[in-house]
Every structure is written in C-alpha cells, then in structure tokens.
C-alpha cells in the first residue's frame, strides 16, 4: 500500500453504512492516528472497529485539543502533521478515521494540508454525511426540484439570518447553541417545518420530530434539517 495520509469518513454512526474502500483501507493502513482528546473521531474508531479488526493495529497518537484558541489549535495541527509526516518518511501509510465525510468540517483537514504543502501524499475517501444519514432516518428527502440545499454550523454563526433563506438548512454543530436555535425556530414559526436526529446510527440514537418540545442541551452529534414551507419546482 502507497504511503500515504488517508483522511477516512466512517460515515454518521452505523458500521454498515462504511464504504468497501474505507474497509479496506484501514485493513491495509500500517498505522491507525487517533486524536487524544477528540470525541468525535473516538467516535469514528468506535464505529470502524465494529466492520474491521483494529486490535492488532499500531496506533498512532495526536494531541487534538477541542478548542477554539487559534494559537492552541494552529500549534497542535503542525505538530500532529509532523508527526505523520515523520511515519511517511519511514514508507508507512497512515489512516486517519473521521466521523461523516473528510472534507465536510473535519479536523482532519488540518493536516491534509499540512502533509500536502509538505510535498507528501494525503487523499480523502469519502464517507456517507450526516445529513444525509438523517433524512434517510427521518425519511424524507434533503430538496426537491429546485431547492437549494445550505449546510450551516449553526454555533458559529453570529445571526439567525440563514433560517430566512429559501431551500432546505442542514444545521450542523448546532449542540452547544441549541436553545438558541430552538428560540429562532419556534419565533419564525419553523417549528412543524423542522426535525433532529441525535447520534443518528448510534445506539444513543434520538428522533425528535417537534423541536419545540426538545430539551434546551443538545448533543454535539446533532443535526437538524429544517425544510422550506413552501416547494418550489
């Protein structure tokens, strides 16, 4: 196998929905990187080790902190890359497990760059998006005709102006923010336009089909799909 960094989605939660490439990727990976302190790519080993047998695998370890400090997260990036960087120089090919798809808000991303403005090789193997593992779960589909489709990270944002725009809103990252969110929601009347999924795919998996009865705390894998009132074809 090429050395190489391969940034590899796991998809939402269900090992079943892991693509044969992402299986057999990290079956031929020499080393498995695992953030420290990252819950959602733990989350991404939890699910890869139910489709492939991770036990015997060298673990490669990175200090990821979840921050938001610029300096904090710009240091630990460069030196989680180097230390890939260093298993490349020695001929070994590193898999770096992701929750979703690599190149939808990842951490990995980070050190794709990274590795590649390096002049080292790094590929991203696509995985299925939460989203989208949402609206199958909820049964419905993300945008119809011509519907536009935004995906926002909702606790980023410093307005609530994207609920006013026309198509489907894909809310992500939108746990720590979640009353807030649910408050704009219910004063813009969205509310019986609006469904979340919590830990779709997972066994703490949670369905809520009237957000205005949520509870105020959200999990950090939540996702909300708000549609639009009216369908535009």
Request: glycine share 6%; charged share 25%; hydrophobic share 40%.
């Amino acid at each position: 196998m090429k050395a190489a960094l391969y940034g590899i989605g796991v998809g939402p939660g269900d090992f079943e929905l892991m693509t044969l490439k992402a299986v057999r990727i990290i079956s031929e990976a020499d080393l498995i990187a695992v953030p420290r302190t990252d819950e959602k790519e733990m989350t991404a080993w939890n699910i890869a080790k139910q489709a492939v047998d991770l036990s015997k695998k060298e673990i490669l370890e990175l200090y990821m902190p979840m921050t938001r400090d610029a300096q904090m997260l710009e240091q630990s990036h460069q030196e989680a890359a180097e230390q890939i960087i260093d298993q490349l120089k020695q001929n070994k090919s590193v898999a770096f497990l992701t929750l979703g798809d690599p190149s939808i808000y990842s951490t990995y991303i980070y050190l794709h760059n990274r590795v590649l403005e390096a002049g080292y090789d790094a590929r991203l193997i696509p995985g299925v998006p939460s989203f989208c593992a949402v609206a199958a779960r909820l049964n419905v589909p993300l945008c119809e005709g011509a519907q536009p489709l935004h995906i926002i990270p909702a606790s980023y944002e410093g307005s609530f102006d994207y609920l006013d725009w026309g198509g489907t809103k894909v809310l992500m990252k939108s746990g720590r923010e979640f009353g807030k969110v649910k408050e704009e929601l219910i004063s813009k009347d969205l509310v019986k336009h609006t469904q979340m999924v919590e830990c779709c795919g997972m066994p703490s998996e949670r369905v809520i089909k009237d957000i205005s009865v949520a509870e105020g705390k959200a999990s950090y894998f939540s996702t909300i799909i708000v549609k639009e009132k009216e369908i535009v074809r």
